[in-house]
Each structure stands twice: as C-alpha cells, then as structure tokens.
C-alpha cells in the first residue's frame, strides 16, 4: 500500500527498552530471528509481571542486508533486568522524522524512501537507525498492516 500520514517531526521521550541485538542475514534469518526475538523478550516481560508500553520495534542500524545489524524490542515503563540476549537499555529523548505505512511488509520500501527524501529536503540529517514501531499485528489483511516508520534526525547547520 502506501504512506497514510504526513512526514512530521516529533521529540521522543526518554525510553526503556527491552531488546535483543544481532548480525543476521535478512534473506536467510530475519523471519525467525523476529519470531524468538520478540517471545524471549515478551517471555520477560510477562516473569517480570510488567507490561509492554509499545508493538514490537526493529531497528535496523545498517542498510547492508546480507550482514544486517538489527535490533528488535519492547518499550517498558520501568527498568527491567536483562537475561540472556536480551538487554535492557534507555534510549535517550530524540528528534524523530516520522509517518505511518499501511499495508504489506515487503512494500514498504516507497514510503522509506519518502521519509528519507523528505529528511534530505528539509536540512536534516539521519542520526541513527531506521525504525519500524509496528502498531497492529497480524491478525487482519496484510493491507491493513500499520507500521510507525521513523528515523532520528539532528538538523543540518
């Protein structure tokens, strides 16, 4: 499908994040990294008697998809010790460019590729990982899936 909101600004607070870290290759391990990822650290949450305050996150912090540095996680409200591969972390208040993508994964490349324009065009430059909050899950059409793109940005002087 498409981008079904406005490229905007926004300042993110602070975060907690539970989440695990690694080097796959996308076209081999991504599917089942994503699927262990997200129970082991929902797994947590739940021994924790704790609550995720978001969808799943995946940030990919390189674009190099045979070797990919991805990252996927949970927001929480407070701290929560690590165990295993999963780590607890605080993301620091940031600016984010930002919109939203209705519709298959895999189409979602048209609607980065806005988002990064859009960043270009308005004197900022990308200062971390691409982000996708995914704010459904995949319980509807895959036409109706919404994704939270965003990526953190400092502007240009």
Same mark, same amino acid.
């Given at each position: 499908?498409?981008?079904? /909101?406005?490229?905007?600004?926004? #300042?993110?607070?602070?975060? =907690?994040?539970?989440?695990?870290?690694?080097?796959?290759?996308?076209?081999?391990?991504?599917? @089942?990294?994503? +699927?262990? %990822?997200?129970?082991?650290?929902?797994?947590?949450?739940?021994?924790?008697?704790?609550?995720? !305050? !978001?969808?799943?996150?995946?940030?990919?912090?390189?674009?190099?998809?045979? *070797?990919?540095?991805?990252?996927?996680? $949970?927001?929480? %409200?407070?701290?929560?010790?690590?165990?295993?591969?999963?780590? %607890?972390?605080?993301?620091? /208040?940031?600016?984010? %460019?930002? *919109?939203? @993508?209705?519709?298959?994964?895999?189409?979602? @490349? +048209?609607?980065? @590729?806005?988002?990064?324009?859009?960043?270009?065009? =308005? !004197?900022?430059? +990308?200062?971390?990982?691409?982000?996708?909050?995914?704010? =459904?899950?995949?319980?509807? /059409? #895959? =036409?109706?899936?919404? *994704?939270?793109? $965003?990526?953190?940005?400092?502007?240009? #002087?």
């Amino acid at each position: 499908m498409s981008r079904i /909101s406005k490229i905007t600004l926004k #300042q993110l607070p602070e975060m =907690n994040v539970l989440s695990i870290r690694k080097t796959i290759n996308f076209f081999r391990e991504y599917p @089942d990294f994503m +699927a262990n %990822a997200g129970r082991d650290i929902l797994a947590l949450i739940e021994e924790k008697k704790t609550l995720p !305050s !978001s969808g799943p996150i995946v940030c990919f912090h390189n674009i190099e998809l045979e *070797t990919l540095d991805v990252e996927v996680g $949970y927001e929480i %409200a407070l701290p929560v010790e690590p165990r295993g591969d999963v780590t %607890a972390h605080i993301l620091p /208040s940031r600016i984010i %460019a930002t *919109t939203i @993508d209705r519709g298959p994964y895999e189409k979602q @490349d +048209a609607t980065l @590729d806005e988002l990064m324009k859009w960043i270009s065009e =308005n !004197s900022f430059v +990308a200062n971390g990982g691409i982000y996708y909050h995914y704010l =459904n899950d995949e319980k509807q /059409s #895959q =036409n109706e899936y919404l *994704t939270e793109m $965003y990526i953190p940005v400092n502007k240009l #002087q």
